[in-house]
């Protein structure tokens, strides 16, 4: 059994959230929504592939593959060009 020492970090909730950048936004900001709906269509393509033989499992693994880089650049923006 996996035994949690901590799981709260006692610095309250303020409604924000930080990118793998170390940035905050408040979580009500697009980004986040953008990211969620990718992890959603993510587990949903997992999903199809549990039925998915030969072709269509690896059309779908590769869909898989595009999503998870697709929210890793969400996750973590480039910094802009100035």
């Known amino acids: 059994m996996v035994t949690l020492n901590r799981i709260y970090t ?3 909730d303020d409604g924000g959230s930080a990118l ?9 900001d697009q980004r986040f929504a953008a990211i969620g709906t990718v992890d959603e269509v993510n587990a ?3 999903l199809a592939r549990l039925a998915a033989t030969g072709a269509t499992d690896a059309m779908l693994a590769r869909i898989q593959n595009d999503l998870f ?14």
Do not use: C, F, I
């Open 20 to 28: 793998g950048n170390g940035e905050r936004r408040p979580k009500s």
């Open 44 to 46: 949903t393509v997992g």
């Open 10 to 12: 006692r610095t309250g």
């Open 69 to 82: 880089d697709l929210g890793a650049d969400l996750a973590v923006p480039e910094v802009e060009k100035r």
